[in-house]
């Protein structure tokens, strides 16, 4: 079910991802003023899409850049980043029909969640808002209609499922891929010394001294062999992969390297390290301190077989994936069928083609990008596929490790 989840969730990013400007200029309950109506790029079912919110998705995929495009450029990415909000918005009040609004609950729990993926104390998270022109009603707003649709998406591609002669058929043209190679499994406990709970849990670190305290007190828990990794994991982990007891899957060599891994942890992973042992604490340089489990260990790369461990379930994954990708465009497409859309930027650009709309930037449209935000003119593609082999992931934004 959880795996269900995150497959159903990579193929809703890319879609919900043209919604991160298509609130800015809405109130709470989604309603635009006469001048927004006035100003309209399009409307959907006659709520309008306001041309300057069409240039700030562009702003925002270019870095802030509006005035360095060419006309040219600038009514290509009109089009484009439009084309992109007149299909997010026909998919929420599809959404908004069939009664999947989130709660106010829900939407709590999606922004708290951001913020911790951000890993920004509160006054890094308000500081990195004011500059991008957003306050905590407008943030909302955004979560609330990407919640819309992500249920929409889980609604329409819950129900697929993949027979077993599909997965053979798979395997056997594609034994190629399914090649264990050579590396190593681990989970870890990460500790952060930012204060990542808004002051809301006693056992989050909130300063370097707190961090190192707790790290090693948890390493000393652990050597006395008296308690489960996992266990420990779970329950005082700073980290997402905390509610997986720390695993982070497997990586080869190579992997680790790229990801920073010192070079003494790698060799004691593929020499002195026992499966099941554990390192000493170490520090990465985003700050964070990191205990590793050694889980497995394959020395060379072997031939899987559909009985291999975890095949038959990446094969079902993939297959899965590519279904609900094309079932995710075919939804998309219906939105759009069953709204009426007027696209009057469009239009005025037939009108006249040798102005092409109106080839001017919308005055006041911000020049911050917020960390992480989205193109809002990205299009419904598909994620990538996954590897037959994931990686460990959690210290992969992580610079040198230093000790």
């Not at 849990?201 to 062999?225: F, M, V």
């Amino acid at each position: 079910m959880h795996r269900h989840a995150k497959r159903v969730a990579s193929i809703t990013l890319v879609i919900i991802s043209a919604l991160a400007v298509a609130a800015c200029n809405r109130g709470a309950n989604g309603k635009a003023g006469a001048a927004d109506s006035a100003s309209a790029a399009a409307t959907v079912n006659g709520k309008p899409i306001p041309l300057k919110e069409v240039d700030k998705a562009i702003s925002l995929q270019a870095g802030g850049q509006l005035d360095k495009l060419s006309p040219l450029e600038l009514a290509n990415a009109r089009i484009a980043a439009l084309q992109s909000l007149i299909q997010t918005e026909a998919l929420f009040q599809r959404a908004e029909r069939e009664k999947l609004l989130p709660s106010d609950e829900e939407v709590t729990q999606a922004i708290n969640a951001r913020k911790q993926q951000a890993r920004m104390t509160e006054e890094e998270w308000q500081r990195r808002l004011k500059e991008s022109g957003e306050d905590e009603q407008s943030l909302r707003e955004k979560a609330r209609r990407e919640l819309a649709i992500q249920k929409l998406v889980e609604k329409t591609v819950g129900s697929i499922t993949i027979r077993d002669n599909e997965v053979e058929t798979f395997y056997n043209t594609n034994k190629a891929r399914f090649v264990s190679p050579r590396g190593v499994g681990l989970s870890a406990i990460i500790v952060d010394p930012r204060d990542n709970s808004g002051g809301q849990s006693p056992d989050d670190a909130k300063n370097e001294q707190e961090a190192k305290s707790k790290i090693d007190a948890i390493y000393a828990t652990l050597k006395s062999g008296t308690v489960d990794f996992a266990e420990v994991a779970r329950n005082r982990s700073e980290d997402q992969s905390g509610a997986s007891g720390g695993d982070l899957g497997f990586a080869t060599e190579e992997q680790l390297r790229q990801n920073r891994f010192p070079a003494e942890i790698i060799s004691g992973f593929f020499g002195s390290t026992p499966v099941g042992g554990i390192t000493p604490p170490v520090r990465f340089e985003d700050g964070r301190f990191y205990i590793f489990k050694l889980t497995d260990r394959r020395l060379q790369s072997e031939n899987q077989t559909l009985e291999s461990r975890g095949v038959r379930d990446q094969i079902k994954d993939l297959l899965i994936q590519q279904r609900q990708k094309i079932l995710t465009d075919a939804l998309g497409v219906v939105a759009m069928n069953e709204a009426k859309i007027e696209n009057s930027l469009a239009q005025s650009m037939l009108n006249d083609p040798n102005m092409l709309g109106g080839m001017q930037p919308v005055s006041g449209v911000g020049t911050s990008t917020p960390a992480g935000a989205s193109s809002p003119a990205a299009t419904a593609t598909p994620a990538p596929a996954a590897s037959a082999t994931p990686a460990a992931t959690a210290p992969a934004a992580s610079p040198q490790a230093t000790k």
